[in-house]
């Protein structure tokens, strides 16, 4: 028969147990509170959508190329690091902007949970580079920083750059600067020597214009009238209920592969 504990040794278990239920509590009340601000923004970038079409976008001045990883249905395959996925693990397809706050708030709150699942071969994720937001926010940003991705991934860093992007994004409105797609993001990212040349030559002459345009213009074809949309096999994935005020997928890789298995 073993002895209890002694009063002071409970006391400190009890303590323990408490610190970190406070700690996962607050975990979801910043997860939540990231989804509520992103789904208040969501409705203006709605509208904005649709008064993409029928507008011009930038002209190459480059032979036009298509960046190493890049989809058959142009947007681009985020690959894992040293593990090959199984040829039926779910895809997700993430339709994003990177002005977007919403979809910084979505990276923030679920990317390292994303990344796990990616890495382990759980799952395979596809990234759809919108540009909508150009229109609304009146510069050319989200084009920019879209052919910096693009860039990034002809460098084999398109994960780290794109990580960056959301992580340094401005306030609304004020767009990246130069210095920081060509210079800053990419010494964030790992991006040196020979590699920062190839990429800065490939960004400065604008090559993946007309891959930047047709992973754009992906959106309305699939059914997509916000960012950030995520997809599995076509059905949308619900973070959060709306009407019970509740979320539905917790920011864990346990979490969200129950949730993407479940959306298949």
Known sequence: MSASPAPNQRARLQQQQQAEAKQKQLRLL??????????VVVGIF???????????????????????NATEANGVMVTSQGTQPADDVPTVVIYEDYQCPACAAREEAYGPALKQLVDAGEIKVE???ATFLDIRLQNDSSVRAAQAASAADAVGKFREYHEVVFANQP???????????????????GITGDDLTKFQELYDAKVFTDFVAASDARLVPDGVNSTPTFKVNGN?????????????????????????????
């Open 30 to 39: 910043i997860v939540v509170g990231l989804i509520v601000i992103a789904l």
């Open 236 to 264: 949308d994935l619900v973070f959060y209920d709306r009407e019970k005020e509740q979320l539905l997928i917790e920011p864990t890789p346990e979490s969200m592969l129950a949730a993407i298995k479940a959306t298949a």
């Open 171 to 189: 306030r609304e409105g004020v767009g990246y600067t130069e210095q920081q797609l060509r210079v800053d993001f990419p010494a964030l990212a």
């Open 127 to 129: 990234r759809v580079l």
């Open 46 to 68: 709605t509208l904005v959508l649709v008064q993409k079409l029928g507008n011009s976008e930038p002209v190459a001045t480059g032979d036009q190329q298509r960046p190493p």
